[in-house]
Nanobody, 113 residues
Framework: QVQLVESGGGLVQPGGPLRLSCSASGDISHYVIGWYRQAPGKQGELVASTGTSGSTTYADSVQGRFTISGGDAKNMVYLQMNMLKPEETAVYYC????????WGQGTQVTVSS
């Protein structure tokens, strides 16, 4: 079973950018991969997902600011986040959504001045 590891989280000022990386133990280029976030006391949210045939989908709240993409390496997926807001402070997870769902351990993103 593929394993996923997120990285790139940290402290960022409101309005700033951050790029998260999801590294897999194998080729995930043919899977649907999603980025989720979980804030304390709030329900988990799917913020971005790849789809079939290169499509992507985004939560309304991040549309136009976040971009999910794969890299040249077939075991990587990224989440570019721009114009971050304090309320987007959360643990961000990548997940293989195709077949048996697999989760990474998450990376903390804190948006604060």
């Amino acid at each position: 079973q593929v394993q996923l590891v997120e990285s790139g989280g940290g402290l960022v000022q409101p309005g700033g950018p951050l790029r998260l990386s999801c590294s897999a133990s194998g080729d995930i280029s043919h899977y649907v991969i999603g980025w989720y976030r979980q804030a304390p006391g709030k329900q988990g949210e799917l913020v971005a997902s790849t789809g079939t045939s290169g499509s992507t989908t985004y939560a309304d709240s991040v549309q136009g600011r976040f971009t999910i993409s794969g890299g040249d390496a077939k075991n990587m997926v990224y989440l570019q986040m721009n114009m971050l807001k304090p309320e987007e402070t959360a643990v961000y997870y990548c997940s293989k959504r195709t077949g048996i769902q697999v989760w990474g351990q998450g990376t903390q993103v804190t948006v604060s001045s």
